[in-house]
């Protein structure tokens, strides 16, 4: 779980930097896509931890 958070967080950080280059946009979508990374680790988490077990 913890390497599936990094890898997420990691490619909206990595994504943003690259986007900021394509569109001259330094830091914004850097920042924001880092952002969505961590909201988007965080959701993965929890949708894990919600999971009903069978």
Avoid: N
């Amino acid at each position: 779980m913890a390497l599936q958070m990094g890898i997420t967080i990691f490619l909206g950080v990595w994504g943003g930097q690259k986007l900021d280059l394509l569109w001259h946009t330094t830091p914004w979508l850097s920042v924001l896509c880092s952002l969505l990374g961590v909201g988007a680790a965080l959701y993965l988490m929890l949708k894990e931890f919600l999971r009903p077990r069978s």
